[in-house]
T-cell receptor, first 115, second 111 residues
């Protein structure tokens, strides 16, 4: 149990569907992150929120839309995805994005498959 | 770039000590060295972090020499369940909170 919970664990969707990934952390952290892990590729940072404000968008296509309603919850809204978007999407949290030596705690991810 | 260099893969046997070395020649003054472990279909798990000399916790030790251009993760008496990918990262002012993952080291522990 990492304190970071992601739902759903698995998701299969068509290219025209709209779905959302959810992340919730119970660690009292103020920073939350979305990462993408494709097969045989390193983890790639997608978005960062610190105290509910988006601080990083790592050139992510607009078909991925993050939402952070409070410091404990993070969503990733998906719309008109492409087959190459199939990957493991990981959420993480840390105490404060600006305190760089604080470890990040990861959830177990959502395995997304685009048909 | 806050990149590190580590071996792509390593093999070991149960009960042995495993040392994984990571190179970070351009480490910045404020950077820490952080190691994560990842099992298939799970998120990375924080193992240990250090700045210099030696740090030890219940699962591993981390050795960082005085010049800080490299570091070594030491796993004592590994078991089959230690088979995983291990990532070495620089975390600090050079990349402010952004974890930059490389390919990691795939450790295979054999019986």
């Amino acid at each position: 149990e990492t304190g970071v919970t992601q739902t759903p664990r698995h998701l299969v969707m068509g290219m025209t569907n709209k779905k959302s990934l959810k992340c919730e952390q119970h660690l009292g952290h103020n920073a939350m992150y979305w990462y993408k892990q494709s097969a045989k590729k390193p983890l790639e940072l997608m978005f960062v929120y610190n105290f509910k404000e988006q601080t990083e968008n790592n050139s992510v296509p607009s078909r991925f839309s993050p939402e952070c309603p409070n410091s404990s919850h993070l969503f990733l809204h998906l719309h008109t995805l492409q087959p190459e978007d199939s990957a493991l999407y990981l959420c993480a949290s840390s105490q404060d994005y600006t305190v760089s030596n604080q470890p990040q705690h990861f959830g177990d991810g959502t395995r997304l498959s685009i048909l | 770039l806050a990149k590190t260099t580590q071996p792509i893969s390593m093999d070991s046997y149960e009960g042995q000590e495993v040392n994984i070395t990571c190179s970070h020649n351009n480490i910045a003054t404020n950077d820490y060295i952080t190691w994560y472990q990842q099992f298939p279909s799970q998120g990375p798990r924080f193992i240990i972090q250090g700045y210099k000399t030696k740090v030890t916790n219940e699962v591993a030790s981390l050795f960082i020499p005085a010049d800080r251009k490299s570091s070594t993760l030491s796993l004592p008496r590994v078991s089959l369940s230690d088979t995983a990918v291990y990532y070495c990262l620089r975390v600090g002012s050079s990349n402010t909170g952004k974890l930059i993952f490389g390919q990691g080291t795939t450790l295979q522990v054999k019986p």
